[in-house]
């Protein structure tokens, strides 16, 4: 389905919403696997299809004409706060963590008193989610909507990836709704104001499409890191967004330094990702058949585009590893850095198998 699809379609989706059962749907940062957010067992059955453990928070999406204080219970001092980043960055990839309003169902938020919102961008998204909101007629319509794939995988940017990765509830009957390759193509950041009135500031949870200094500039101070009492989060494991192919990250310098050293030892093929501007250093081994390397734009916003439809093109090429060259430190690659270093975790000694 795109914008300018027939209204049935969207109908069909909305229908499902309402009988509680599931949809995939796009948004700007990656396609969602969406329930009726204030309906406990369609959000418990958005963790079984995936895989979720039930501790694991989902966000609720909102349309933009939602009432966002009746999900949530704020004082005024962190309401006002709320409101200015709102303002700036919503429709958009920034999620909130607030306190949940008690006549919110716990299970969005992994048991805790705590809930995830955003208003997101995409034309798609916010054509289902107004339309599921007159269709339910109440204050509490959203949809809960973690990225539509297993737990632990690679996310989906498109329609097909999620079409690849349940293939099982398509045929069953899962919609999924067309909207073209997400313009994001890395999750929401997530800022923390539930404890904002206790003084802990607006806590960065993680990194994602709205930047630090961006929140930074509105708020008039910077953001605080994560503690160890802040709410559990969507994508705060140590290893997640991973594909099924080991993936390892490497400097450059490294990189051109090993790669030899492994053709010589291992039977596989291998497959290189790298920036445009780093294709230059690899020339010694890109001749060799065995090597497939996978150029991705200089940019940060043009990398994150790029990157899951990426990982999961070459985690269908049958490689035996795939060797990442680090991306840079500067802050605007922090959500990047931040997909790659998880991904890569599922495959470190010191976790288990994938």
């Known amino acids: 389905m795109t914008a300018d699809q027939p209204d049935q379609a969207l109908e069909q989706a909305v229908d499902v919403l309402l009988q509680g059962g599931l949809v995939a749907f796009p948004t700007e940062t990656v396609y969602g696997l969406g329930a009726d957010a204030s309906n406990p067992e369609a959000v418990r059955a958005i963790y079984a299809a995936k895989g979720r453990p039930s501790n694991h928070p989902v966000i609720v999406h909102l349309a933009r004409a939602a009432d966002l204080w009746s999900w ?23 999620t909130l963590i607030l306190k949940r309003n008690e006549a919110v169902p716990g299970a969005v938020s992994g048991g805790q008193d705590t809930i995830g919102v955003r208003c997101p961008a995409h034309p798609v998204a916010q054509a289902l989610l107004t339309a599921f909101a007159q269709a339910r007629g109440s204050e509490l319509a959203g949809v809960a909507a973690p990225s539509a794939n297993r ?11 999620v079409r690849d990765e349940f293939a099982d509830l398509v045929r069953a009957g899962l ?3 067309e909207g073209g390759d997400s313009d994001v193509g890395i999750e929401s950041t997530i800022i923390d104001l539930s404890r904002f009135s206790l003084g802990h500031g607006v806590a960065l949870l993680r990194p994602g499409g709205v930047s630090a200094a961006a929140l930074a500039q509105v708020l008039g101070e910077p953001l605080r890191g994560v503690d160890a009492q802040a709410p559990r989060v969507s994508g705060s494991l140590k290893a997640h967004y991973s594909p099924h192919t080991p ?3 490497y400097s450059l310098k490294k990189m051109v330094q090993e790669v030899p050293a492994w053709l010589a030892h291992n039977a596989g093929n291998l ?3 790298l920036r445009q501007c780093e294709v230059v250093a690899l020339e010694s081994v890109a001749t060799n058949q065995r090597i497939s390397i996978s150029v991705l734009p200089d940019d940060a916003a043009g ?3 790029e990157l899951y439809a990426r990982l999961r093109d070459l985690d269908q090429g049958g490689f035996a590893e795939l060797r990442w060259v680090d991306v840079p430190t500067e802050p605007e690659w922090a959500g990047v850095a931040d997909r790659l270093s998880r991904a890569a975790a599922a495959f470190a000694d010191d976790h288990p198998a994938h």
């Open 175 to 177: 919609p999924v709704i």
């Open 151 to 161: 737990f632990g995988h690679v996310s989906p940017t498109r329609a097909q990836h």
């Open 271 to 273: 497959a290189l990702g």
């Open 247 to 249: 993936i390892r990250l």
């Open 303 to 305: 990398y994150a585009r």
């Open 72 to 94: 949530v219970s704020v004082d005024e001092q962190t309401k006002a706060v709320a409101q200015r980043l709102i303002d700036a960055f919503w429709p958009g990839p920034l």
